[in-house]
């Protein structure tokens, strides 16, 4: 039903940003959420099928995710001690 953006142009254009201004340091980054690297599309031609609780509960995610509340797994080993977090209370 939707589809997730890589915004690799952002992160590109940032990181083109920091080397203008003599502030870029190389080396490797994660990024996600918080950083806007990555979103959901808008759903343009299928959100009317999503029910208005799911839209909720990703908002709620995503709220969580960007503060830090919920730690998403970047490795097996992140995987294998990944605790849920319920959203739905």
């Known amino acids: 039903l939707t589809s997730v953006l890589k ?13 203008h201004d003599g502030t870029f ?12 690297a990555t979103c959901l599309t808008d759903m343009r031609h299928t959100k009317h099928l999503v029910p208005q609780a799911t839209l909720d509960l990703i908002e709620r995610a995503k709220e ?10 970047r490795t097996l080993e ?12």
């Open 64 to 73: 969580a995710i960007v503060a830090g509340k919920i730690h998403v797994p």
């Open 7 to 19: 915004r690799m142009d952002l992160m590109v254009f940032r990181e083109i940003q920091k080397v």
């Open 78 to 89: 992140d995987l294998k001690n990944f605790q849920p977090v319920n959203l739905t209370s």
């Open 25 to 36: 340091s190389g080396g490797q980054y994660m990024v996600g959420l918080a950083e806007e």
